[in-house]
């Protein structure tokens, strides 16, 4: 074991290293009479973003170095394996885990290059939430690795424990105290749902590896009216509402709409990009992996179109710009769902590139609402004339929209259009037109902000000040991406195809 | 019901494919308390020291005529002979409502009143989220109110000029007040204590008013 176990995990590993001495830094300087107590949230958020970007890329054995993240970042610990079972087989690594935890360290710097002047527009000297985020994305690197379900529960349980704490940063402000409260009773109780149908599965059958228990339910049906597997379906269940809960797919959405309101805008923006990514690979894996079975495909049809639907027609009703985004990820997780219920390879792939394309799209929207939150951007009506007060923007925000709402050629169309289309191929046509017909609704809302911002005169206008410099390069970088996919989508549609390959052989 | 559910249903999608900015905007004024009539004032509570053994009279009654609530009474520190000995400070009074209110999207508090030169202490309280488990009491954030003496003015409070106080004291801390979360409001006055420029002692006081608003300035 310590030949291999503890070199194929050196990312993780240096990322620990750095959090503690990065928490041991900032813990002994801060409070350091000698220098004045500085506030070092900034300087951290530097050194923070520095060992996330350290630790994406590998080379292949026994072929050239071949260096993935060419954009930003720094060439990183040279892992000898790509492929390995770790600790007893309660790791795993592959090209699925490989490219699921690059494409999770890209948004991670990308929250921490959002959050760099957050910080000091609000005054607010939390240099522990970059401790957090670091502590949660080293949770969520070992969550997508996880084989076992021990392994995962423990990972979600280190990836929660992070994320109790950051919805109640700003300690002074009830609301976000609220916001964190409530976003802890309901994920401590997803939680003990999810150890619940974890422990009735290993009750049932005696193992918790996954290999193993896909090697045990190949071919064995598990039915609620099997005598013999209740209980393992009534666990299996289980399972499903936990993740449900965390994907915040309806109806277990009822948490998301408040916390993602309260909390502050930087984690909100975490809210609705990093775990999507790191529950639904452990979701792929344990769903289509483990428990492969059409029973659950039901199950995920209806969370997929309650989710599309409700995401469509709620947000229509919405003024707040928050919440409004919050239901648009709730449709947005619907729309992943058809990809993931139905269950095929292509499924799969569709899922990868709907969510590649998802956060993209929402690391720009929420780029440019924090950028504009400097004058109090809370309702959707404080946008009103930002294409004469701020036009460059104006611009990025309304192909994000379109994008978003899926008019071609934009990304957004090319990542529904192949979810569509994976749904017509496994038959599931109801879920393609029920998807149709909800992104038609939710064209109004998202081609409301464009017809807000270039046709209505607000009754104060409100002039915004210049972002910074590390925003307007982040939005630069998803908008060409978003703008310029359709031009030459193969090598990520290679990518994607290659990590559903790796779950499914 | 269902035809109440209906008709919303429609409307709500009516104002959704409309586009109009109005009915994004969320409102810039919003009426809390009127003080027409005497079911206006039913809502409101009055006291004072007397409940602890003080001599403070008070009263909120309707000013008919003008359709405006009057609160007034007479001040004095003095204590009874078998007052509670835990009361140090005798001379104040006060009105006070619970009901839940929803200011998220207002930033001021308008009160239109006519005092008697006497300095008033507007109250906001909200849950309390932050209070040891099983705490009912509310936080309290207050404000002075200075209302001159026999001519109506309006008077505009900022939200954020609203203290978080804790038994009548400033609590230092740079809490912000949740206002999606107000449980009541109240108006009150000391004998003693306030700042300068207002009258201050025992002795009579009236404050009348006409309405309380709660409004969003940019």
Known sequence: MFEHDFLAPFPEIFLINATIILLIYEVVLST???????????????????????????????????????????????????????????????????????????????????????????????????????????????????????????????????????????????????????????????????LFGCSMIYGFIGVTNFEELAKIFIGYKITLFGAQSSGIFMGILFIAVGF????????????????????????????????????????????????????????????????????????????????????????????????FSCGTIEGIQSLLIGVFIYVLMTINVFAIVLALRQNCFKYIADLGALAKTNPILTITLSITMFSYAGIPPLAGFCSKFYLFFVALGCGAYLLALIGV?????????YIRFVKIMYFDTPKTWILYKPMDREKSLLLAITLFFITFFFLYPSPFFLITHQMALSLCL | MLRALLQSSLAATRRAVAWNLKDLTPATECDLFKFATAADLIQWEVYSDAENGGMTTASFVSNGDLGTGVFAGNL?????????????????????????????????????????????????????????PGATDPNTWQAFVFA??????????????????????????????????????????????????????????RLELDWIKALRVT
């Open chain 1, 32 to 194: 350091s009479k000698k220098y004045d107590y500085p506030p070092l949230v900034r300087n951290v958020s530097w050194l923070g973003l520095l060992s996330v970007v350290r630790l994406g890329g590998r080379v292949w054995e026994n072929e050239e170095p071949y260096r993935y993240l060419i954009t930003i970042l720094l060439l990183a610990a040279n892992a000898p394996l790509t492929v390995a079972n770790l600790f007893y087989n309660n790791l795993i690594i592959n090209n699925f885990t490989y490219f699921c935890q690059i494409f999770l360290l890209l948004n991670t710097a990308s929250t921490i290059v959002m959050c760099l002047d957050y910080f000091k527009e609000e005054s607010l000297n939390a240099f522990e939430s970059i401790v957090l985020i670091l502590l949660f994305t080293r949770s969520m690197l070992l969550m997508i690795s996880a084989y076992d379900l021990i392994a995962m529960y423990l990972a979600i349980e280190l990836q929660s424990l992070c994320f109790y704490v950051i919805p109640a940063l700003k300690r002074d402000f009830e609301f976000s105290t609220e916001a964190g409260l409530k976003y802890f009773i309901l994920g401590a109780f997803s939680s003990g749902i999810l």
């Open chain 1, 244 to 339: 449900l809960f965390k994907i915040t797919t309806v109806p277990f959405h009822m948490w998301a709409l408040d916390v993602y309101e309260g909390s502050p805008t930087l984690v909100t923006t975490f809210f609705s990009i990093a775990p999507k990514i790191s529950i639904l690979a452990n979701m792929v894996r344990v769903f289509i992996y483990s428990f492969y079975d059409p029973t659950w495909q039901q199950l995920f049809f209806f969370c997929s179109i309650a989710s599309m639907i409700l995401g469509a027609l709620a947000a229509m009703a919405q003024n707040k710009v928050k919440r409004l985004l919050a239901y648009s990820s709730i449709g947005h997780v619907g729309y992943l769902f058809i990809g």
């Open chain 1, 437 to 445: 017909v909800t992104i038609f609704i939710s064209c109004f809302y």
């Open chain 2, 76 to 132: 004095s520190v003095e204590l009874m002979e078998h007052a509670n000995t835990r009361m140090r400070r005798s001379g104040f009074s006060g009105i006070r409502t619970v009901q839940d209110l929803n200011l998220e999207d207002f930033n001021t508090i308008a009160m239109r009143v006519k005092g008697d030169g006497r300095c008033y202490v507007s109250t906001i309280r909200t849950e309390n989220w932050m209070g040891a």
């Open chain 2, 148 to 205: 001159p003496r026999d001519e109506w003015s309006v008077i505009k409070i900022p939200l954020a000029r609203y203290l978080p106080t804790w038994k009548g004291k400033i609590v230092e801390s740079d809490a912000e007040m949740n206002a999606a979360r107000v449980t009541g409001m109240g108006l009150s006055l000391t004998a003693e204590g306030g700042p300068e420029g207002g009258e201050q002692g025992p002795g009579p006081f």
